[in-house]
């Protein structure tokens, strides 16, 4: 009895793995989330075709991680931002360095509902020289990289670079 009990307790685990929040998407491409917390696996190559894809619409990525304070603290300032132009700019996040149940957690605290995708290896950070989050990108809706935030975002430096994509 016990043993089918902890195998049905697996088995909804598992279930449960695969995200439960629908993204809120400013555009749509074939390798981006539609489900906020699905956390896909993805790696450098995947994530530059994806950038590809979403060509047409101004982007803003943020490297994160779980575990990462000033991850935690740039969170809140994101969120806002991408509830105020969900249907025109595209957040986009990538988790780095990071487990998906925690990362699920930190997303569900945070109230994100903008996709990111999973790279636990670091492979897409790195390919952008990040040894560590956080980092935020943003690309004009040509596909130019106008601007890298390396280290904590400040509410100034977070509207200033919307301001300049989507000029």
């Not at 088995?11 to 995200?19: E, I, K, M, S, V």
């Not at 360095?97 to 509902?113: K, L, N, P, S, Y």
Request: glycine share 6%; proline share 7%; aromatic share 8%.
């Amino acid at each position: 009895m016990l043993l089918a009990a902890l195998l049905l307790t697996g088995c909804a685990h598992d279930a449960a793995a695969t995200g439960t929040v629908p993204a809120v998407n400013a555009t749509t491409a074939p390798a981006l989330p539609t489900v906020a917390d699905e956390l896909p696996a993805m790696d450098a190559a995947g994530f530059r075709q994806l950038l590809q894809q979403l060509r047409g619409t101004p982007v803003v990525v943020n490297y994160w991680a779980a575990w990462c304070p000033p991850c935690r603290a740039e969170t809140p300032l994101l969120v806002q931002a991408h509830r105020r132009l969900e249907h025109d700019v595209q957040f986009l996040g990538v988790d780095l360095q990071d487990f998906r149940a925690g990362a699920r957690t930190f997303m569900h605290e945070e109230d994100v509902t903008y996709p990111s995708v999973f790279d636990p290896a670091n492979s897409i950070g790195l390919s952008f020289n990040l040894f560590s989050p956080p980092m935020t990108q943003f690309y004009r809706a040509d596909g130019l990289l106008v601007a890298t935030v390396r280290g904590q975002l400040s509410a100034d430096a977070l509207q200033a670079n919307l301001k300049a994509i989507a000029a």
